[in-house]
């Protein structure tokens, strides 16, 4: 029988292109979005890939949501916890709000879209957890003080994760994306976008579907040694 994965902020940007990636490869998935309804029903329309909306920022909506998601579509296999957001602000101005928004989301909502899935993955001896990190988790970034904590967070779990879940068949791993050609990035000031890029040595920006292929690599069995590791995919902007 087909796996089943859920991805969230999976309607949009790298989320749309690991959630078309993984039918591609056999999986049943379901994708989560948080506020935009139209775009949601154009990709379920698009690809027949069903969504979900909750705020994986709110425990109880996600809790709720991922049971219904079990109920309609299957236990959870693969979880991609990929929704994000930025507040961008230089430290100095950066307010409390934006601090926490970026928290709850980014780390906070991580927790609540792996807690409630990772109770049947002990149980049926299975799971694969992906976390999409970042580029600016790894190194910092000006103006991020905020998505670089919440980031570099991420990956603290995946190495907690990948210890807890080993005995039982889980693996729990993290993709760190660079510079990818989405709406996140697009809003990035032209001027600055283009000095990001002067200092990416492939001297371009990555495609969404580039993250995608590293997401379906570690979900499949053929990834059953990768666990605690990071998958760090920038050309060239930062090793690590
Ligand atoms: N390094 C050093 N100095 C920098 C800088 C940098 N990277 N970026 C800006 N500055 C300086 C500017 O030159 C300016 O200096 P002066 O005051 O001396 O002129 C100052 O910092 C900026 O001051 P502003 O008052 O103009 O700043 P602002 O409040 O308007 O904020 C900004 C502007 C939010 C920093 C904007 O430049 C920005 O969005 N920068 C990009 C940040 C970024 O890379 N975000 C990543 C988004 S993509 C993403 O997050 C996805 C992922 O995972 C990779």
Not at 99 to 107: A, G, I, Q, R, S
Not at 159 to 167: D, H, I, R, T, V
Not at 170 to 197: D, L, Q, S
């Amino acid at each position: 029988m087909a796996r089943t994965a859920l991805v969230t902020g999976g309607s949009r940007g790298i989320g749309a292109a690991i959630s078309k990636a993984l039918k591609d490869e056999g999986y049943t998935v379901a994708a989560t979005y948080a506020g935009n309804d139209e775009k949601a029903a154009a990709f379920t329309e698009e690809t027949g890939i069903k969504t979900y909306k909750w705020n994986v920022a709110d425990y109880e909506e996600s809790k709720a949501g991922i049971a219904k998601v079990e109920e309609e579509v299957g236990p959870i296999d693969v979880v991609v916890a990929n929704a994000g957001i930025t507040r961008d602000a230089p430290f100095h101005k950066m307010t409390p709000e934006q601090w926490k928004e970026v928290v709850d989301t980014n780390l906070t909502g991580v927790f609540n879209t792996i807690h409630p899935i990772w109770p049947g993955m002990r149980e049926r001896g299975f799971g694969r957890v992906i976390v999409i990190s970042s580029i600016n988790g790894q190194k910092g970034q000006f103006a991020q003080t905020n998505y670089a904590a919440t980031k570099a967070g991420d990956l603290g779990i995946i190495k907690s994760l990948a210890q807890e879940g080993a005995a039982k068949g889980i693996t729990a791993n993290a993709v760190c994306p660079g510079y990818i050609a989405t709406e996140m990035v697009m809003a990035v000031p032209e001027k600055v976008r283009e000095a990001i890029i002067g200092q990416i040595p492939v001297g371009r920006l990555g495609e969404p579907e580039e993250i995608a292929r590293c997401v379906t690599f570690l979900a499949s069995d053929d990834a059953g040694f990768i666990n605690g590791s990071t998958i760090s995919a920038n050309g060239g902007q930062y090793f690590a």
